[in-house]
Antibody, heavy 118, light 108 residues
Framework: EERLVESGGDLVKPGGSLRISCAAS????????MSWVRQAPGKGLEWVGR??????????DYAAPVKGRFTISRDDSKFVVYLQMTSLKSEDTALYFC?????????WGQGTLVTVSS | SYVLTQPPSVSVAPGETASLTCGGN??????VHWYQQKPGRAPVLVIY???DRPSGIPERFSGSNSGNTATLTISRVEVGDEADFYC???????????FGTGTKVSVL
């Protein structure tokens, strides 16, 4: 069964840092382009960023609100993709999903909650 | 950046047809995907590449894309179809993914 499981969400103070993870199983992870998508409380979906497969250079791209503060990486040997978040702001408070970019996003995790508050 | 516009809400009676629109500049040149999200759950892909259905998605869900508007059609609407629906495209200019603003479907 194809599955994505996020973890690591927490309460963080403004200006702080946090790394969240997404563990994959049931599909060829090394070929997958993986994205992070977030959803602020009561709001819509917002694409955060993507990492391509190693075959495609592990290239990363980020949405404007997080560029320069967030970094996506992957460890194909562990079947995990990471989202390193720095200089966190209150507006980064959201449920963070990882998703497999395969045309559309055809596989999603259940999300992990990141709360930025003093 | 590319913008996708959806009506905030649509109401429909059980058994009727719901048409959800997604507006974008020359959206017909892009491949549009649709997601259903129920409260407290992760989104689920219901239509990909304008008009294809993933396995397990009922035939009642269909999609089209023409001009500046893509449309998700839900036929014979059921109470269980109540959810938020989002359209999404990939913008080659920025190499970014873009989500629409979302439409809340209420089944009266």
């Amino acid at each position: 069964e194809e599955r994505l499981v996020e973890s690591g969400g927490d309460l963080v103070k403004p200006g702080g840092s946090l790394r969240i993870s997404c563990a994959a199983s049931g599909f060829t992870f090394s070929d997958a382009w993986m994205s992070w998508v977030r959803q602020a409380p009561g709001k819509g979906l917002e694409w955060v960023g993507r990492i391509k497969s190693k075959t495609n250079g592990e290239t990363t791209d980020y949405a404007a609100p997080v560029k320069g503060r967030f970094t996506i990486s992957r460890d194909d040997s562990k079947f995990v993709v990471y989202l390193q978040m720095t200089s966190l702001k209150s507006e980064d408070t959201a449920l963070y999903f990882c998703a497999n970019s395969n045309g559309g996003f055809d596989l999603w995790g259940q999300g992990t909650l990141v709360t930025v508050s003093s | 950046s590319y913008v996708l516009t959806q009506p905030p809400s649509v109401s429909v009676a059980p058994g009727e047809t719901a048409s959800l629109t997604c507006g974008g500049n020359n959206i017909e040149d892009k491949s549009v995907h649709w997601y259903q999200q129920k409260p407290g759950r992760a989104p689920v892909l219901v239509i990909y590449s304008d008009d294809d259905r993933p396995s397990g998605i009922p035939e009642r869900f269909s999609g089209s894309n023409s001009g500046n508007t893509a449309t998700l059609t839900i036929s014979r609407v059921e109470v269980g179809d109540e959810a938020d629906f989002y359209c999404q495209v990939w913008d080659p200019t920025s190499d970014h993914y873009v989500f629409g603003t979302g439409t809340k479907v209420s089944v009266l």
